[in-house]
Nanobody
C-alpha cells in the first residue's frame, strides 16, 4: 500500500526557512514524477514544484528562486526547501506521486506570521 506522509510544517516568521519532508512507503522509482502542491485558505490547490524521475524540475512562477525540490532515492523521501518565507506562503502543503494513479499525502500546515 502506497503511503505518503508529510512533515516539517509549523509556524515560521517571515524571512525564515524550513524544509518539508514527504516519506514514501515504497520506492520512489515506482513513480514517474513527484511533486508538492499547496492550498491556502479559500483558494484552490496549486502546484508548487514537481520533479520527474527523468527530466527537469519545474517550479511555479511565484515560488521560483525561493523553493527547491529534491528527492532522496535511498530514503524514499521528497523534500521541499523553502527560503525567505512570506505570509502568502501560508497554506497546507501536500506531497503527491504519480504512478498508475495519483497518490496524495494528508498535508502539513505551514503558517508564516510574525
Amino acid at each position: 500500500q502506497v503511503q505518503l506522509v508529510e512533515s516539517g510544517g509549523g509556524l515560521v516568521q517571515p524571512g525564515g526557512s524550513l524544509r518539508l519532508s514527504c516519506a514514501v512507503s515504497v520506492s520512489i522509482f515506482s513513480f514517474s514524477s513527484m511533486g508538492w502542491f499547496r492550498q491556502a485558505p479559500g483558494k484552490q490547490r496549486e502546484l508548487v514544484a514537481f520533479v520527474p524521475t527523468i527530466g527537469r524540475t519545474t517550479y511555479a512562477d511565484n515560488v521560483s528562486g525561493r523553493f527547491s525540490i529534491s528527492r532522496d532515492n535511498v530514503k524514499n523521501t521528497l523534500y521541499l526547501q523553502i527560503n525567505n518565507l512570506k505570509p502568502e506562503d501560508t497554506a497546507v502543503y501536500y506531497c503527491t506521486a504519480k504512478g498508475r494513479v495519483d497518490y496524495w499525502g494528508q498535508g502539513t500546515q505551514l503558517t508564516v506570521s510574525s
